[in-house]
């Protein structure tokens, strides 16, 4: 892709860009009743997680994480709202980074090719069963005004922005969302859908797939496109010591580098 865009060849890896990997995410929203919803001035959103082993043929132990999401954002909105979030934490699915253009400013063209292995696909429709269990429990039900399927989209990351119109667009909707009971439940299953449609999921594994492979999205834990192997790989770009391969004094030293993704947050191993 460098001779294509133009670019000098300085060494021939194949490798770069390849590879990539990430924690793949599903969730299913709540709209929390007064009494649940964090106090003002709490910072920490998730106070816990669980740890658990999906028994899934060809799978690693650990390989699953499922988190309770307190908070769902900033703003008025989000402070009342929050999720059961399920994420495959040893993936198998890769994906690709390719360059746009010969221009450094711009970015690059990313495919995350979430859940094509179907052993990521198996665990996550398993893992939205596992939430639905937990959220029909009612010591669980008791805090929630409403179940929605939840997803990242691009409205929610515009919303997410800190800017004056964001707040006042969510403390309208917050308010309408708990003085206006039939406006919230409307809006929910007309754009996400909710309590009906989750059961009728339920009962068809297809459907529970297809959700999965649109709302699929990323744990930011992308690792693996600079990844080190041996001489006999042709896709390691680096050697035991993080160095380029036909590159002097190169190195690289994030979590581009790691072979296969850790079942673990990517933070601290980097």
């Known amino acids: 892709q460098l001779k294509r865009l133009g670019i000098e060849v300085v060494a021939d890896r194949p490798g770069v860009g390849e ?40 799978c690693h132990p650990g390989d ?55 052993r990521d696909l198996m665990r996550l429709v398993d893992g939205f069963r ?47 969302f708990d003085y206006a009971p039939f406006f919230r439940e409307t809006l929910l299953k007309r754009k996400f859908g909710t309590t009906d449609r989750i059961q009728a999921m339920l009962g068809n594994e297809e459907l529970i797939a297809d959700w999965v492979k649109q709302s699929v999205w990323s744990g930011w834990h992308v690792s693996g496109t ?16 993080c160095r380029v391969r036909g590159v002097q004094g190169l190195r690289v030293v994030d979590a581009s580098i790691m072979p296969t993704i850790v079942a673990a947050n990517t933070n601290i191993t980097t």
């Open 226 to 241: 600079c990844k080190m192997g041996a001489d006999s790989d042709p896709l390691a770009v680096l050697d035991a010591e």
């Open 64 to 118: 699953m994480l499922l988190m309770p999401v307190n908070r769902a954002g900033w703003h008025p909105l989000g402070k009342a709202m929050g999720a059961l979030n399920v994420c495959v934490n040893k993936s198998y699915s890769r994906g690709t980074v390719m360059l746009k253009s010969a221009v450094q400013t711009d970015e690059p063209i990313v495919d995350l090719n979430f859940a094509s292995d179907g």
């Open 130 to 176: 596992r939430i639905c269990k937990i959220m029909q429990s009612p010591d669980v039900q008791q805090h929630v005004n409403t179940w929605f399927l939840a997803g990242y989209s691009d409205e929610a990351r515009a919303l997410s922005v800190r800017k004056p119109s964001n707040w006042v667009k969510t403390a309208t909707a917050a308010y309408l």
């Open 19 to 58: 590879n990539l990997t990430d924690h793949p995410h599903i969730a299913v929203g709540a709209h929390f009743k007064k009494s649940a919803r964090l106090k003002p001035g709490q910072r920490r959103h998730i106070f816990l997680g669980v740890r658990y082993s999906s028994n899934h043929a060809g």
